[in-house]
């Protein structure tokens, strides 16, 4: 007869004594299993990072000359904060050559995942913050234009879907008090972000993005497609009155587009963008310059009869080129802008994508002969660092002796040139070996002067023994006074002049002197010939610690009382886990013995 017994010892003998063979089987087994799922696991990874990590990681531009700035040591888009201003500004990085960055102030609106606050943006020529707004929705095509001699701060703001826009244009003047704002004529539920440019007549050219019916059977798409049809007004901004609009899809086929259907155009919420406007401008005859983008095309449109009188560059090309096709040839372009002597300014993108074959983004300047149907390429402008520009961007001649800056547009930069392409300065405002993530971009950026004098009153707040002093968008400033309130003449509020500091960039610093004889003062804006432009508000010096406060009773039986509340509070939940701990192990606690059969004759226990 059988018993049992417990005993641990018993359960390991029994158990070491399996045989080796069947382990061994066991392990061949298993081993012959994992290989396979293995490989198919590492196949599977490796597709995976082929597919979706592989094309990601070549879209970094790290080279040997960046800086750590262009690192990203700074962050994607680097920003500076104030103290007595509430928000960021773009820290940007300045290399020069020769004569360095032209001196007037510099037009950007930075947006992206990595811009701090999205809206217009001064800076100066060392790269200071002069004014900032900052906007909720979207803004671009940031730029200063003259209306009636007046100089106004222009720009776009609202909603961007995809590569389009609905909102409004607006125009501010030297004191950032919104003087006009402009809509498209008709029921279009807003304008376009691309355009807002001012004529010399004070007219205004807009762009607008209108979904309508259209046939797509002879680019593969259905009989009953949608097209997004592009649209220019020319609008008088006093009156608001419409006094020309063109259609694209009245005089440039479907199938002239360089940009694929992909399942586009089946609805009204999907319409195919074939042609794609993002500039308009006005020659002296009164025609018009427009921009199609992916048509990779310039069309010259009569003032009167909206006829196409050219097409320069795409499959329409007109133009005979004399610079073996560099001057047709670009594509996905940006900011085509009439000069003088029939010659054309254009921001070639060269690419659409990131899939796009290896091709960089220039600045361009055209000669044209519009008579003999000629395009001869006068200048292009490349950036050191290969950019490739996949939307936006545009070109400006700064002077008459043909400087240039490029605005790069999805990449965070830009950059000026002498009239034959010799470097001069390059400011980046991002970090550029992450350009192609779009994390920081600009529209367009542009050069100018202005004069600012804002109605509000200077920021200033103290800290320590130190004062910081701003003024957002005044341009006269050049110096603060410290005035300290004499307090022998409360009731007329005298106060007396201390100190005058030289300003220092968009915020300035001053040491509080240590005898103010008050502790009341304020700080008065000077422009350049003395004169007092603004006061800031009666400041008060740092006073430490209210003795009052600390020696008041209530406050020290208040914390006293809060101290020992939370420490029993603490010391409560530690007893209370502690038990529960402690009953938890009574009721888990393994036993320690294994039930195995115990033979009657076998004295020993063994099995």
């Not at 066991?26 to 599977?44: F, N």
């Not at 432009?533 to 020696?551: K, P």
């Not at 010391?571 to 039930?595: A, D, F, K, T, V």
């Amino acid at each position: 007869m059988s018993s049992w017994t417990w005993t641990p010892a018993c359960f390991r003998r029994h158990f070491s004594r399996l045989p080796d063979s069947s382990l061994q089987s066991k392990s061949r087994s298993r081993s012959s299993c994992l290989i396979p799922t293995v490989a198919g696991v590492s196949v599977s990874l490796l597709y995976l990072f082929y597919v979706f990590a592989l094309p990601q990681l070549l879209r970094f531009r790290f080279r040997l000359d960046l800086s750590l700035y262009d690192l990203g040591f700074y962050g994607f888009g680097p920003s500076r904060s104030y103290v007595s201003f509430e928000y960021e500004s773009p820290m940007v990085d300045i290399t020069e050559w020769g004569s360095g960055c032209d001196l007037r102030y510099t037009f950007l609106a930075p947006r992206g995942d990595s811009v701090a606050h999205h809206g217009p943006v001064i800076l100066d020529a060392d790269g200071e913050l002069v004014w900032m707004k900052y906007n909720w929705d979207t803004t671009q095509d940031f730029k200063v234009q003259r209306y009636n001699g007046t100089d106004y701060l222009t720009y776009w703001e609202g909603t961007e879907v995809e590569s389009r826009g609905y909102g409004s244009w607006y125009m501010l003047d030297s004191t950032y008090t919104q003087k006009y704002q402009i809509s498209p004529v008709g029921n279009f539920g807003g304008g376009d972000l691309h355009e807002f440019h001012i004529t010399e007549l004070g007219t205004a050219l807009v762009t607008v993005y209108d979904p309508v019916p259209a046939d797509l059977t002879c680019i593969g798409g259905p009989e009953l497609g949608w097209i997004l049809d592009c649209i220019f007004q020319e609008i008088d901004i006093e009156t608001g009155e419409l006094l020309f609009e063109w259609r694209a899809s009245k005089h440039y086929p479907v199938n002239s587009t360089y940009e694929p259907l992909n399942g586009a155009g089946k609805d009204r919420n999907h319409a195919f963008d074939y042609f794609h406007i993002n500039s308009v401008d006005k020659d002296e005859q009164g025609n018009y310059l427009v921009s199609a983008r992916h048509l990779h095309a310039l069309g010259y449109i009569d003032h009167v009869t909206g006829d196409v009188l050219w097409t320069l560059g795409g499959e329409l090309n007109e133009f005979t080129d004399l610079s073996e096709g560099q001057a047709t040839d670009f594509a996905w372009q940006h900011d085509a802008r009439w000069h003088a002597n029939k010659t054309i300014t254009l921001f070639d993108n060269a690419a659409h994508s990131s899939s796009d074959p290896d091709r960089e983004s220039r600045g361009m300047v055209i000669q044209l002969d519009i008579s003999g149907r000629t395009a001869e390429l006068l200048a292009e402008y490349y950036h050191p660092q290969q950019m490739r520009a996949v939307s936006q961007g545009n070109v400006q001649i700064l002077d008459e002796s043909g400087r240039v800056l490029v605005g790069w547009g999805h990449s965070a930069a830009f950059t000026e040139y002498t009239a034959d392409g010799d470097l001069l300065c390059d400011v980046h405002f991002g970090a550029s070996a992450f350009f192609s993530f779009g994390r920081v971009v600009s529209y367009r950026a542009s050069k100018g002067t202005w004069v600012g004098r804002p109605h509000t009153i200077p920021d200033a707040a103290v800290m320590d023994d130190h004062v910081y002093v701003s003024w957002n968008g005044a341009t006269e400033v050049v110096a603060w006074r410290l005035e300290v309130w004499d307090t022998r003449a409360i009731e007329d509020s005298t106060f007396d002049v201390i100190a005058q500091f030289a300003k220092t960039g968009f915020e300035t610093e001053i040491e509080i002197p240590e005898e103010l004889g008050s502790p009341l003062f304020r700080l008065a804006a000077l422009d350049a010939e003395g004169n007092v432009l603004r006061y800031t508000e009666v400041l008060q010096t740092d006073q430490g610690a209210d003795v009052d406060e600390l020696l008041d009773l209530h406050n020290w039986i208040v914390a006293a009382a809060f101290i020992v509340g939370l420490g029993g509070l603490l010391l409560g939940l530690y007893r209370c886990c502690g038990c529960c701990r402690i009953l938890s192990r009574r009721r888990r606690r393994p036993n320690e013995y294994q039930l195995v059969a115990f033979g009657d004759n076998d004295e020993n226990g063994s099995v």
